[in-house]
């Protein structure tokens, strides 16, 4: 029985914490309807999925036909040797479908399966219109083809350990992840694509410099402000009038992390000052903080700091007469970093 790993989320509705189930053509071709998929908007029009497909049964059939304006990249969770490809109705022989290698898969081609094997395999569903929208934004000309083999997988390490890196996200509940960690991986990931088997070539350099004293001020209110992580790479970029590869690259270069790093830090810095200084519920912190609840905020907390929030309050909590002045010094920190 081919076995359904985690619900749907559109991670344009994460920053309610909402979840909206949702299909995609793959999953349905393969009759997983209820399979796990992120989507993303952190290109415009991109609609952008991971998924992640997970099948124990042996000889589940030919597939129903996919033809879509898009490009699946599979990484293969495990080995399945024994599998027929279709492609315009032409038998393609599969080849290296080994566990870590990647596959791509030309979608417009009306592809089909015949599967013996049992699978497993991290999916990122491309449509060609976000290879548009890289290029739009970059300035180039825009991509038509990925270069590939049908029906042979490969070597990528890059590609590999985005997909991975994506799958406790899929294996989350959707209000624990947030759209800006999502946005970031896709970026990459795309991006990647669109370069090394796209052949899109940059044809200026992007300035080295980070971001300007006002661009990194607005960012950070920005993501302050909306801890949750729902806020997207492209708002970001905008409200900085800048694109998103020179956006994400300048703030980089101006705070030493990625955007959604930043956010983290951010937020496990408040709940470190208001388990030291309040008798705030180490739930209502959670959420003040910008965590889906307690159980996020404590993995997260215990991933940082190596304890959990409860232990951490217990060996830092201030008496009350060290409120005031320790409430005098933040402001003095917040004021010096507004102007810095």
């Not at 479908?97 to 596959?103: D, R, S």
């Not at 990528?156 to 997909?163: G, I, K, Q, S, Y």
Request: proline share 5%.
């Amino acid at each position: 029985m081919c076995k359904v790993l985690s619900g749907v989320a559109d991670i344009g509705q994460l920053g309610a914490g909402r979840a909206i189930r949702g299909r995609n053509p793959v999953a349905d071709a393969l009759g997983m309807q209820d399979a796990p998929i992120l989507t993303t908007s952190a290109l415009r029009r991109s609609g952008i999925a991971f998924l992640e497909l997970n099948c124990n049964s042996r000889n589940i059939g030919l597939t129903q036909a996919v033809r879509e304006d898009a490009f699946l990249i599979a990484l293969q969770m495990k080995a399945c040797p024994d599998f027929d490809l279709y492609a315009d109705g032409r038998l393609i022989r599969p080849q290296q479908f080994e566990a870590g290698n990647v596959a791509i898969f030309d979608l417009r081609s009306n592809l089909a399966t015949d599967v013996r094997d049992p699978f497993h395999v991290v999916d990122l569903y491309l449509p060609r219109t976000a290879l548009d929208d890289i290029a739009d934004d970059a300035g180039l000309n825009r991509v038509a083809e990925l270069r590939h083999r049908p029906g042979t997988a490969m070597r990528d390490p890059v590609v590999r350990d985005l997909l991975l890196s994506m799958r406790p996200a899929l294996a989350a509940r959707p209000e624990e992840t947030a759209a800006l960690f999502v946005d970031h991986l896709t970026l990459a990931l795309a991006t990647h694509m669109a370069h090394v088997y796209g052949g899109m070539r940059l044809s200026r350099p992007v300035p080295r410099g980070g971001l300007a004293a006002w661009q990194e001020r607005r960012a950070k209110e920005l993501l302050s402000a909306n801890l949750n992580g729902g806020i997207a790479l492209s708002d970001l970029a905008r409200e900085c009038d800048l694109s998103i590869r020179h956006f994400t690259r300048a703030f980089r270069q101006s705070t030493g992390v990625a955007p959604h790093a930043w956010l983290v830090h951010q937020r496990l810095e408040k709940a470190r000052g208001l388990l030291a200084i309040s008798s705030m519920a180490v739930a209502d912190i959670a959420v003040d903080c910008g965590f889906a609840d307690q159980s996020h905020l404590t993995r997260t907390f215990r991933r940082a700091v190596g304890m959990s929030p409860g232990a951490w309050r217990r060996m830092n909590f201030r008496p009350r007469a060290l409120v005031a002045p320790l409430h005098s010094a933040a402001t003095s920190f917040a004021r010096d970093t507004q102007t810095a």
